[in-house]
Antibody, heavy 123, light 106 residues
Framework: EVQLVESGGGLVKPGESLTLSCAAS????????MSWVRQAPGKGLEWVGR??????????DYAAPVKDRFSISRDDSKNTLYLQINSLKPEDTAVYYC??????????????WGQGALVTVSS | DIQMTQSPSSLSASVGDRVTITCRAS??????LNWYQQKPGKAPKSLIY???RLQSGVPSRFTGSGAETDFTLTISSLQPEDFATYYC?????????FGQGTKVEI
């Protein structure tokens, strides 16, 4: 059974940094493309970014609003995905989900999701 | 960026009703369209991928259809556990974008 468990969320002040972790189990993490998706309180889903598997270069792509401040990385030896967020802003307040990405007949989709980690940015 | 627009934003329905949700893309995306269900306080769940492919374990009362710019998610006979918010999402190009969601309530 696929399990994704996010951690590292909490209350932070504007301008601070934070790293979220996503511990993965139940599948071959090293071969998986992974994404982060966030959801502001009472709002819809917003894709943040993705990282390819190591064999596909472990390269990253980001949504424009976050690409200068967010960094996704992975440690395949620990089956863990990371999201580092710098210079946090109040508008970064959201639940952050990690998700596996699966290849379908037409493109990728978000297959399995973690339970989410709440990040609150407030002074 | 490709914009995804869902309609309606919310709807009221009863158990046993047939429900249809529409999703429109701002440009042609072939069948690079996925649907998710989210219940309050829970993570989203994959329902349909590639516009019409049912995710494993998802009841057959859920069907997806459409191509290019216009897509629909249909629930043939609404069940109590189907009351939730539904999102479409395009995987044609990054940034992956979601519709604003459709809340299905009693």
């Amino acid at each position: 059974e696929v399990q994704l468990v996010e951690s590292g969320g909490g209350l932070v002040k504007p301008g601070e940094s934070l790293t979220l972790s996503c511990a993965a189990s139940g599948f071959t993490f090293s071969g998986a493309w992974m994404s982060w998706v966030r959801q502001a309180p009472g709002k819809g889903l917003e894709w943040v970014g993705r990282i390819r598997s190591k064999i596909d270069g472990a390269t990253t792509d980001y949504a424009a609003p976050v690409k200068d401040r967010f960094s996704i990385s992975r440690d395949d030896s620990k089956n863990t995905l990371y999201l580092q967020i710098n210079s946090l802003k109040p508008e970064d307040t959201a639940v952050y989900y990690c998700a596996t990405m699966r290849f379908g007949p037409t493109g990728l989709y978000f297959d399995s999701w973690g339970q989410g980690a709440l990040v609150t940015v407030s002074s | 960026d490709i914009q995804m627009t869902q309609s309606p934003s919310s709807l009221s329905a009863s158990v046993g009703d047939r429900v249809t949700i529409t999703c429109r893309a701002s440009q042609s995306i072939s069948t690079y369209l996925n649907w998710y269900q989210q219940k309050p306080g829970k993570a989203p769940k994959s329902l349909i991928y590639a516009a019409s492919r049912l995710q494993s374990g998802v009841p057959s009362r859920f069907t997806g259809s459409g191509a290019e710019t216009d897509f629909t998610l249909t629930i043939s006979s609404l069940q109590p556990e189907d009351f939730a918010t539904y999102y479409c999402q395009q995987s044609f190009s990054t940034p992956y974008t979601f519709g604003q969601g459709t809340k299905v309530e009693i």
